[in-house]
């Protein structure tokens, strides 16, 4: 039962351009969201995150948007860089749990093509 | 500020061995997370230690244990290893304050090869 989806495996867009990627939730207990990009034999690296009381953050070319009653959350790249060819992650945890449990999607790979 | 540190970064070891992994959190940072990550599971939580206790378990078998200690400092331990427990192995960790969100901060892990 996956809890956090990615629904696209890769995405490719063009440098320059908008790249926008996808992830849904079933969890309504969620209320914090974060994306991670990855690259190969290196750690997840921390991008940017949304608290459920807000519906959009913004940092310089990134931007996440949230959407609570579709349990839906997209990650904004604007504008497109080579270097932002990377697997990237979206992960919701439960604060009320009391644990710091990430739950992750799979990821979806995306390529910048210069 | 050094961020979080893996030790070693890469391991192979045989079938039936068992094996220790280190974690070293960013300072100040009092909570540790580790994750397996497998190219058909992805990212999977395996349990979280905050104050030398363990907070968390995810769904995985008793083999993999873990500490922490008065420093902050993490150790898994993985026991009589299968073929399946070949995976990156990642260590985050996060201040846990009372205001504080869940921003957790990746080591660039150890990558387990078991043959």
């Known amino acids: 039962d996956q809890q956090v989806k990615q629904n696209s495996p890769s995405l490719s867009v063009q440098e320059g351009r908008i790249s926008i990627l996808n992830c849904d939730y079933t969890n309504s207990m969620f209320d914090y969201f974060l994306w991670y990009k990855k690259y190969p034999a290196e750690g997840p690296t921390f991008l940017i995150s949304?608290?459920?009381?807000?519906d959009k953050n913004e940092d310089g070319r990134f931007t996440v948007f949230l959407n609570k009653s579709a349990k839906h959350l997209s990650l904004h790249i604007v504008p497109s860089q080579p270097g932002d060819s990377a697997v990237y992650f979206c992960a919701a945890s439960d604060s009320g749990a009391g644990s710091y449990q990430l739950t992750f999607g799979k990821g979806t790979k995306l390529s910048v093509i210069p | 500020k050094a961020g979080v540190t893996q030790t070693p970064r890469y391991l192979i070891k045989t079938r039936g061995q068992q094996v220790t992994l280190s974690c070293s959190p960013i300072?100040?940072?009092?909570?540790v997370s580790w994750y397996q990550q497998t190219p058909g599971q992805g990212l999977q939580f395996l349990f979280e230690?905050?104050?030398?206790?363990?907070?968390n378990k995810g769904n995985f078998p008793g083999r993999f244990s873990g500490r922490q200690f008065s420093n902050s400092r993490s150790e898994m331990n993985v026991s009589t290893l299968e073929l399946g427990d070949s995976a990156l192995y990642l260590c985050?960790?996060?201040?846990?304050?009372?205001?504080?969100?869940?921003?957790?901060?990746f080591g660039p892990g150890t990558r387990l090869t078991v043959l």
């Open positions: 300072s100040g940072h009092r909570s």
């Open positions: 949304i608290s459920s009381i807000k």
């Open positions: 985050a960790s996060s201040l846990r304050g009372p205001s504080s969100y869940n921003e957790q901060f």
């Open positions: 230690y905050f104050s030398e206790t363990q907070r």
